[in-house]
């Protein structure tokens, strides 16, 4: 006789457990169906946390924002301004040399403050106003719209399904393959536009409408959707493809590129220009949101500033500028899953950045399906460690399969850029264990206290523990320090690693920074991070150093001497430069409360990373600071092989620093013939600063008779200055200070 159910106890226990286990899946599984919406808005909050806890790299974003903000509309009247006003706006930003320009808003009225209104108003009301010729141009929106003409303009609609009034017919075409994307895209009926002069002057024309998920978060943004007039893109792709100068969009299809079976219509990217961005089924982007932090914010007002100008161009030439508001009245804020208040352009934006750097999160077709085998497998195991192990080592499966489950959910998201749900496992996981380790707990006639115990230990993580019992390891913040602060890189690195492959490339990077973290570490530096070829290091933190200038000069010159030895032994040809400077920093754990590290900050460790980009354009491996090299004379009473450059007056800061070369150690110094370099170099600095410059040109010509090969391109450079001052004398305000035109 066959028995269906098992005779021991011990064995009707597991069996009653495991099928109350499985019952408990299924149901959850049910209600996880049953409630939905409930689960993806549960499912959203989990993803947003994600991005707060990771938020996309940040990067020195090809767009920028013009804002109409708080302090332009008191500087410049109530909005909307005149046509007029935004026409010059337009104007200034094109001759700025924006690669394209795009309103986050419409201008669907004509304007009302326009001169040849009030002229028509007045005619009505029997005034004889007589106009000279060209009274045409009293009208502002023929103003803007001629401006509009002159520039890479994108003009903004808003897509509804209230209007019947039909957008205007899309700029740009659209190539596809497989099923006609008008079949399954999102549809439009109506639009809130332009009025037709703007709109046929517009470069482009987009869609800035947002569709925020049920909690009204903008969590993805439509690139393209379906309208009565066809296809129409987003303002933001249609931006992109302004400013690459392309005609068209490419859509790809599930059915044309054998996704999903091939089978049915869905859209998988948008490909505009040269750069691609994937999509989820309806055509929309999912947003990973890094805030922007080096985007220039530039109040419309600044803008409009003609004394302003040369400060702002820098931010506007070559960049994507998006025109809109931040300013709480115009209603243009939104909720993100960064920010409860976001002005809406900064969505555009974003966009913009993360298709540009290729940085995107995806939520793949495929994921539903497997996040329904991880909740059915994980709960299957757990229901096995229930009923064959015990309550108390049941927790600790529990707490290791919740924990694979959140951490395959997140290294998903911070290495791939995948979504995977990790909601439903969980609560599959906590429901099954929720009922079979109380249910085993009462057929074993445990007591109820041995069942706090184990939820208690299940809802304590260790990581929380751990952290709880020291608070202040994650106090963000740091203190004023005085550093050296030394950055190094390798140069021609691009040129270099074009002619390399990977693996070579990542032979050659790492044998170059081994031996030059051998010589910091050495010299007793602090390594702040390596970026690519580049290495920061800083010197008197966290430990105080005696003499760290000095240190940090030795350990420039150390890995100068590494370098040659380096390409010696291998017969390569690498060259670096490195730059120093010594001043007060914020030194500390640095970050956010998520993820922080122990690194510094400030104006030195700015003007330190200009000094090292500095190197290339005066030809020499190593330069310091006038702060540098007086604290290490003042310390020893004696100098290294010190020889100035220049004054420089650096990118970002109004007053002028000198420049030293880093030569030789002191022996160099002691060297009689060095001593007589260095004064007849002096010597011809001073004729130099003094404007004499036929004196500073024969004192140049016997230096570089017998400059070694190493100051070769700086007395180049200083011919060459000289051969145009000669030709165009300076002014008497002339003080000998050079300015750099890059960073």
């Given at each position: ?8 106890p ?16 299924l ?7 049953l ?11 989990v ?22 903000d ?23 930003l ?8 795009a ?6 009225e004509?304007?009302?403050?326009s001169?040849?209104q009030a002229v ?8 004889s ?14 103003a803007?719209?001629?401006?509009i003409a ?5 003009l ?32 439009f009926?109506?639009s809130?536009?332009?009025i037709a ?12 409408s ?11 943004m ?7 007039e066809g ?31 091939g ?11 040269t ?5 989820d089924?309806?055509?929309r982007?999912?947003l990973h949101?890094?805030?922007?932090p080096?985007m ?5 007002a ?35 899953p ?9 969505v ?23 996040e329904?085998?991880v ?34 959910s ?11 749900d ?23 006639n ?12 299940y ?8 952290l709880?019992d020291?608070?202040?390891a ?15 890189d390798?140069?021609?690195f ?9 693996t070579?490339l ?14 910091l ?7 702040d ?11 008197n ?20 001497e590494?370098?040659?030895?380096m390409?010696?032994e291998?017969?390569?040809?690498i ?12 030194v ?5 409360i ?19 980009g ?21 310390a020893t009473?004696?100098d290294?092989?010190?020889?100035e450059l220049d ?11 000198a ?15 060095f001593y007589d370099?260095r ?8 004729a ?22 190493g ?23 002339w ?5 750099a035109k890059?960073k």
């Amino acid at each position: 006789m066959i028995r269906l159910w098992p005779s021991s106890p011990v064995g009707r226990r597991r069996a009653g457990v495991s099928l109350a286990g499985l019952a408990t899946l299924l149901l959850a599984l049910f209600a996880a169906t049953l409630f939905q919406p409930w689960r993806e808005r549960l499912t959203f909050q989990v993803f947003d946390a994600y991005q707060r806890l990771a938020p996309r790299a940040a990067t020195d974003p090809a767009v920028a924002v013009v804002d109409i903000d708080e302090a332009s509309i008191a500087a410049l009247g109530q909005w909307p301004w005149p046509r007029g006003t935004v026409a010059d706006l337009v104007d200034r930003l094109g001759g700025m040399g924006a690669a394209a320009i795009a309103f986050d808003m419409s201008f669907s009225e004509p304007d009302r403050t326009s001169l040849d209104q009030a002229v028509t108003r007045l005619r009505n009301m029997g005034a004889s106003i007589n106009l000279p010729d060209g009274g045409a141009a009293l009208n502002s929106d023929a103003a803007f719209a001629a401006a509009i003409a002159r520039n890479p303009v994108v003009l903004g609609v808003a897509l509804n399904n209230e209007t019947r009034t039909p957008p205007p017919k899309p700029r740009a075409g659209f190539a596809f393959g497989g099923s006609d994307p008008l079949s399954y895209l999102p549809h439009f009926t109506g639009s809130i536009g332009n009025i037709a002069p703007l709109t046929a002057a517009a470069t482009g024309i987009g869609s800035f409408s947002f569709v925020p998920s049920s909690d009204n978060i903008v969590r993805t943004m439509p690139l393209v959707v379906a309208t009565e007039e066809g296809l129409f893109p987003a303002l933001n792709v249609e931006a992109l493809r302004v400013a690459q100068g392309a005609s068209s969009f490419v859509l790809r299809s599930t059915d044309a590129s054998g996704e999903l079976g091939g089978s049915g219509g869905a859209m998988t990217a948008l490909k505009v220009g040269t750069l691609s961005a994937p999509t989820d089924a309806d055509g929309r982007l999912w947003l990973h949101f890094s805030g922007m932090p080096r985007m220039p914010v530039i109040p419309a007002a600044d803008v409009l500033d003609p004394t302003k100008a040369a400060v702002i161009e820098p931010e506007i030439s070559g960049r994507i500028v998006l025109i809109g508001t931040s300013a709480i009245g115009l209603r243009d804020i939104v909720a993100t899953p960064i920010s409860r208040s976001w002005p809406g352009v900064k969505v555009h934006a974003e966009v913009i950045d993360q298709i540009i750097n290729q940085s995107f999160l995806t939520r793949p077709d495929w994921a539903p399906g497997a996040e329904l085998t991880v909740a059915v497998l994980a709960s299957v195991v757990l229901i096995g460690i229930v009923a064959l192990l015990g309550p108390v080592l049941s927790s600790l499966g529990l707490g290791l399969l919740l924990a694979a489950v959140a951490g395959l959910s997140w290294i998903s998201f911070n290495r791939f850029g995948l979504l995977l749900d990790p909601v439903l496992p969980v609560l599959c996981l906590i429901a099954v264990f929720g009922l079979t380790a109380p249910l085993l707990i009462a057929l074993t006639n445990r007591e109820k206290l041995f069942v706090r115990s184990a939820f208690g230990r299940y809802l304590s993580p260790t990581l929380v523990d751990r952290l709880s019992d020291d608070p202040s390891a994650l106090r963000l913040g740091g203190e004023a320090r005085e550093l050296t602060v030394l950055f190094s890189d390798i140069r021609g690195f691009t040129t270099l690693s074009e002619r390399l492959d990977p693996t070579a490339l990542t032979a050659l990077l790492n044998g170059f920074l081994t031996p030059m973290t051998d010589v910091l570490l050495a010299h007793e530096a602090t390594i702040d991070k390596y970026i690519g070829d580049a290495i920061m290091a800083f010197w008197n933190a966290p430990l105080e150093i005696e003499g760290h200038e000095r240190k940090a000069c030795l350990a420039a010159l150390a890995m100068a001497e590494a370098v040659e030895r380096m390409n010696r032994e291998r017969g390569s040809e690498i060259r670096i430069g490195v730059g120093l400077h010594r001043g007060m920093a914020c030194v500390g754990n640095l970050g956010s409360i998520q993820r922080f590290s122990y690194s510094a900050i400030g104006d030195t460790v700015n003007l330190a990373s200009r000094v090292e980009g500095l190197t290339k354009q005066y030809g020499v491996s190593i330069a310091v600071t006038e702060a540098v090299r007086a604290a290490v004379s003042e310390a020893t009473g004696e100098d290294l092989a010190f020889l100035e450059l220049d004054r420089v007056r650096v990118v970002g800061r109004a007053a002028p620093v000198a420049l030293f070369a880093l030569l030789g150690d002191e022996n160099q110094a002691r060297q009689p013939a060095f001593y007589d370099w260095r004064l007849a170099h002096e010597a011809f600095l001073a004729a130099y600063r003094a404007g004499d410059f036929a004196t500073a040109t024969t004192r140049l010509a016997a230096l570089r008779t017998r400059a070694e090969p190493g100051l070769q391109g700086l007395y180049e450079q200083y011919h060459e200055r000289i051969t145009n001052l000669l030709a165009k004398p300076p002014g008497p305000d002339w003080d000998g200070v050079y300015t750099a035109k890059s960073k």
